[in-house]
């Protein structure tokens, strides 16, 4: 005999905790959301008595004023929202280059704490030791200073090959560009899935025979490879716009201002110090018996760091890791005491000229909270990837 379950019960009282729960709720976001609508109100109010002007109309109007490190050309005669969108661009390029430098250079400094050479573990832990324990805006403030001061005037700069190294920043050659350029972008897109593909394969074949192929110079060839055939079915161009010294400063080519470079070598050396701890403890984490194991069936020590601990360890360092990235992204916002012009220095000039402290405020409030958001959903996704999944 089949006992039907006793339908749920769907009449609501103050018994119920379902039903006191939504109360409760309901209660508390009316609180919040009066909260904010006084708030709002009496700052509006207090503003109009004032005389202060609001809203966001001033985005429209003419800037006033220069940036002097853009991706793309600028004027004082262009709107208010271009100049916050090159504070975006610059703050996402310092952000994403700094992301990907800090992740290479942390993850070295952490497996680099499991060298059997005694020098190379002494560096590392040398590193990590300084790095993390000075602030950051002391480390901008040196980097800065070491660029503007010890570095020769654009007339004598240091030649490191097809570059010059001055006061005023790195110089380097850039391609002219033609449609070449763009067959080998994407042939570099379709290399990075070629490679992807091919990884793949070959950790199956791994789980499945035990034999060991490349897992990264193969795929880095790959890579490599398809981009060169793209860009040899574009035609090959091989123009490029190449750097030469001027009488009073470095012509041609392209060029990273001494701002850019101390924000991102300040970032990069001061949160790869950090992300060295968290791949070093998630490394600690992974039992001793698995590095053991992977000895006894004949990995070298770079093997099962790789195939073995590393993977294992990530479900332990994305976590943390994801907290320095988004550390990171917020500690660009220190790059105004450098000058580099990014969103917070670009709202702080827009603020003083049109008085628009909260307008100004909101927007890099609404930058820096994007960014973050959408930092720690891709990092979530990756993490939710990268799971041990239990059978």
């Known amino acids: ?24 709720q309901l209660i508390a976001f009316a609180a919040i959301a009066s909260g904010l609508w006084w708030l709002a109100s009496n700052t509006m109010h207090n503003m109009q008595v004032r005389g202060i002007q609001s809203g966001f109309d ?66 590392c832990y040398a590193y990590v030791e ?36 001055s006061k005023g920043g790195l110089s380097f050659p850039i391609p002219v560009w033609a449609a070449g350029h763009l067959w080998g972008a994407i042939g570099l897109v379709a290399g990075c899935f070629v490679g992807w593909g091919y990884r793949r394969w070959a950790f199956r074949v791994f789980e499945a025979t035990g034999q060991l192929r490349s897992m990264f110079w193969v795929p880095l060839l790959l890579v490599v490879l398809v981009g060169v055939l ?11 716009n190449a750097p030469v010294k001027g009488e ?17 070598i300040g970032l990069t050396a001061y949160t790869a110090a ?8 998630g490394i600690q984490s992974v039992s001793r018996g698995q590095g053991e194991a992977a000895a006894a069936l004949g990995l070298s020590q770079g093997q099962s760091m790789q195939l073995v601990q590393l ?36 709202a702080n000039t827009a603020l003083n000229q049109t008085g628009r402290a909260v307008e100004c405020i909101a927007i890099v409030m609404l930058v820096y909270l994007t960014t973050s958001l959408g930092t720690s959903l891709l990092m979530n996704w990756y993490n939710a990837r990268s799971a041990i999944k239990e059978r």
């Open 58 to 123: 001033f985005l429209l109007g003419p800037a006033g004023f220069d940036i002097g490190e853009s991706l793309y050309p600028f004027d004082s005669s262009h709107p208010y929202w271009q100049a916050f969108l090159i504070g975006l661009t610059n703050t996402l390029r310092v952000a994403i280059i700094g992301i990907i430098l800090t992740t290479i250079l942390g993850t070295l400094l952490g497996v680099g704490r499991f060298s059997r050479n005694a020098l190379v573990r002494g560096i």
């Open 130 to 165: 300084f790095f993390r324990n000075v602030p950051v805006l002391l480390q901008l403030l040196m980097w800065y200073l070491l660029f503007t001061e010890a570095l020769p005037l654009a007339a004598d700069a240091w030649v490191i090959g097809p570059m010059f190294l």
């Open 1 to 24: 005999m089949t006992v039907k379950p006793s339908p749920k019960n769907t009449h609501w009282s103050w018994r119920s905790q379902a039903f006191r729960g939504l109360v409760y």
């Open 248 to 264: 009073f400063a470095i012509e041609n080519g392209g060029s990273l201002t001494p701002e850019f470079l101390s924000v991102l």
């Open 311 to 346: 993977p294992q360890a990530l479900r332990v360092i994305i976590p943390p890791m994801t907290n320095q990235f988004l550390n990171l992204t917020k500690n660009s916002s220190l790059a105004v005491a450098i000058g580099y012009p990014d969103v917070v220095s670009i």
């Open 230 to 240: 793209g860009w040899l079915a574009g035609g090959a161009p091989a123009e490029f």
């Open 274 to 281: 950090f992300v060295a701890e968290v791949v070093r403890s």
